[in-house]
């Protein structure tokens, strides 16, 4: 089988950690990367033997790469995305799918009216202990899941330098960027959402008001288990974890604390570990390397991602921030 030839679009950080990850997945080549910072684009590239390009248009006309990996900022996701698809390249775009839900609904419809794949970078649904939480829950062993609490929270020094405090560019503050992870991961391991309510501060200074950098989400699924989400920029750490409670069994992923994560059954004398070996970035690239081959059917869509940006969009309006 030829390789997938993926043109990377967007070299910046997390460009920078796909670039890397791709570089862990076999049957790929990276035959292009495109930056309007033509310095960093050519660094990318040149680490790679890449053509570099500052628009993704010349690029598409040149190359007509299999695929486009878009990890540039959340408002510049919908132009390269319909530009991608229209030219028969299948499409993985960075969360969140686009900085508003009409955005994220036109970037579907280019995929669907495409034939060609669009894939949400989720990552955390290939993280592998979230992975295995995935497969207890379907199995039965948790029983009916009735509760789900996820807290992702830490410092995010000089955010307000950066763009992910700028809505017109991010499409909003910590929920956005931040809690888009977490309400996937309740849609995954969970369910479908049929209510969100959110609540939001700013205890920054320097940011713009209304830019939240604490906040809180409840979910409610149509099983009608309750999700809890929290996230903040100002505030300390702590623990950073992912709970699920069901009527048969508990499980808790650990995120950079220090924790084991780990499950047990009422039936079981003890806590058993969750698998933590592999990395989530070159499982998610890999899964999608294999979907775009024909190798496995895609496991996270655009609609996914369309949801999530509804979800918090539903969030944001219960708490008067948009």
Partial sequence: MPPLRVALVGAGGIGRTHLTAWKSVPGVEIVAVVDTDTARGETAAGEVGARAFDAVVPMLDAVRPDAVDICTPPVAHRAPAEAALAAGAHVLCEKPLADTPGDAKVIVDAAERSGRLLMTAFC?????????????????????????????????????????????????????????????????????????????LTLNPELAPGVEDTAAMMLVAESGAIGIIESSWALQGGVNVV??????????????????????????????????????????LSHFAAAATGQCPLSVTGHDGLRAVEIIYQAYASAGLR
């Avoid at 956005?176 to 049929?194: A, I, N």
């Avoid at 084991?260 to 698998?275: F, H, I, N, Q, V």
């Fill in 124 to 200: 955390h649904r290939f993280h592998p202990p979230v992975a295995r939480l995935k497969e207890l829950i379907t199995e039965g062993r948790l029983g009916r899941i009735g509760m789900f609490r996820n807290r992702f929270a830490g410092p995010f020094v000089g955010v307000e330098d950066v763009w992910f405090s700028k809505p017109e560019v991010s499409g909003g503050g910590c929920l956005m960027d931040t809690s888009v992870h977490s309400v996937d991961c309740f849609r995954f391991l969970v369910g479908e959402v049929v209510r969100a309510e959110g609540a939001g």
């Fill in 243 to 284: 709970e699920i409670y069901g009527t048969e069994g508990v499980a808790y992923v650990h995120y950079w604390d220090g924790f084991t994560s780990r499950y047990k059954t009422k039936d079981m004398a003890g806590y058993e570990s969750l698998p933590e070996d592999g990395d989530r970035f070159v499982g998610e």
